[in-house]
Each structure stands twice: as structure tokens, then as C-alpha cells.
């Protein structure tokens, strides 16, 4: 969609159930935008820290736009430096290249929260596993601190990348099949806003069909 036919889709959405105008569309498109990438990348967060899986093709499809893969980032004293252009990691992206026995081998990180760490930090009885396969990050202001810290050879990440904002010239960044979606999501945003909330959820079930 160009920028003029994303505002009419828009429009056309909002006409469906009210005849309020919308003084600010390109608000309520990036409030879209923003709102997919979220849906797109919480339940793989979730399904990730819970299992150790990539994140799946279809959230690759819909972001391919945005995605940064195997980037190489840069590391000392256990801290990966976050990305200036990082909206968000990709869950268990991270991926370290260290030595044993001679040998180069790759280190996947996993997830992990603060409170996760100090329960097990304080547990007498479970300590966090710092064993090979089992290598941690958590996320802080400074990056992405790791654990154990080692010197490793390389560190690898993958996440999506700050997009530039919907204007009026600025179109929608992520890829073509996913604008009518944003739209919907953009226009449910507004009706909701407005409390016309069986609106919005009309909008967003026909997403769930779709």
C-alpha cells in the first residue's frame, strides 16, 4: 500500500461503524504497527523461554522487514553492548563462540529474568546452572549481561531493528501481506480509544480469521 491507500483503508475501517473523524491517522497507523510487532513477538518470547525454539518462520515472514540476523555484536566483561538500532531481541538469539579442549564450539544463551537468577542465586540448594548448553543473558540497561562470563571469540544476535516511522512519506516498513492487518489493528486502536469496543473487537476477529 502506498501512504494515501494505507489512509484510505484506514478510513474505510472507521467508516464501517462511526462517522467520527480521525484528526491524527498517522498516530493510530504506528500505534498499529507498533501493536503487530508486539502480538507477532509475545507468544514466541513466551513459547522460547519455555523451550529453548527459535523463533518460528511466520514471525520471520511478517518482520523480515525489521530483522537483523547474526549480527556481530560486541562484548566485554560478560556485557553484550545493545545494538543502537534494537527494538527487540529475538528470544535465544544469542549465540557465543568460546574454547574447550581445543576446539571452537557455539553456545546458544538462553532467557532468563533478575528474579530467576537472585531465587536461585539465594537458594542453598539450587544454584543457576552455569554449565555449557546451559549458558544464560539477561536483559539491562547496559545490554545483555551473560552468564558465566567467559572471554568468548564472537558473540551472534538476531532481533528487530528500530523502524522509521509511518508519515506521510514514510510508508509501512513491514511486508506488503501484513498492512491490512496493521490497519485493522490501527483502526481497532481508534474505535477503542473512542469506546466503541464491539467495533474494535469486530475489527480484530476478522484479523483472527484472516
Same mark, same amino acid.
Given at each position: 500500500m502506498t501512504v494515501q491507500e494505507t489512509k484510505n483503508a484506514f478510513g474505510q475501517f472507521i467508516d464501517e461503524f462511526t462517522t467520527a473523524r480521525v484528526q491524527n491517522v498517522n498516530f493510530w497507523i504506528n500505534e498499529g504497527i507498533e501493536a503487530f510487532v508486539k502480538m507477532r513477538l509475545t507468544p514466541e518470547m513466551e513459547a522460547a523461554t519455555k523451550?529453548?525454539?527459535?523463533v518460528n518462520q511466520r514471525v520471520r515472514d511478517d518482520l523480515a522487514n525489521i530483522i537483523k540476523l547474526d549480527f556481530?555484536?560486541?562484548?566485554?566483561?560478560?556485557?553484550i553492548t545493545r545494538p543502537e538500532d534494537c527494538y527487540e531481541l529475538l528470544p535465544h538469539s544469542i549465540r557465543l #563462540?568460546?574454547? =574447550?579442549?581445543?576446539?571452537?564450539?557455539?553456545i546458544n544463551a538462553r532467557a &532468563?529474568?533478575? #528474579?530467576?537468577f537472585n531465587a536461585n542465586i539465594k537458594n542453598a540448594f539450587t544454584k543457576p546452572q552455569f554449565l555449557e548448553g546451559r549458558l544464560i543473558y +539477561?536483559?539491562?540497561?547496559? #545490554?545483555? &549481561? +551473560?552468564y558465566p562470563i567467559r572471554p568468548y571469540l564472537y558473540v551472534r544476535l538476531s532481533y528487530?531493528? +528500530?523502524? =522509521?516511522?509511518?508519515?506521510?512519506?514514510?510508508?509501512?516498513?513491514?511486508?506488503?501481506?501484513?498492512?491490512?492487518?496493521i490497519v485493522r489493528? =490501527? =483502526?481497532a486502536k481508534y474505535l477503542t480509544s473512542v469506546n466503541n469496543y464491539v467495533a474494535a473487537k469486530?475489527?480484530?476477529?476478522q484479523n483472527a480469521i484472516e
Open positions: 523451550s529453548g525454539f527459535q556481530t555484536g560486541t562484548y566485554a566483561d560478560g556485557i #563462540g568460546d574454547v =574447550a579442549s581445543s576446539d571452537t564450539y557455539v &532468563r529474568t533478575w #528474579g530467576w +539477561i536483559e539491562d540497561k547496559t #545490554g545483555f &549481561r +551473560i528487530v531493528e +528500530i523502524w =522509521a516511522p509511518f508519515s506521510d512519506d514514510q510508508v509501512i516498513v513491514l511486508h506488503q501481506k501484513t498492512h491490512t492487518e489493528l =490501527a =483502526a469486530n475489527l480484530l476477529s
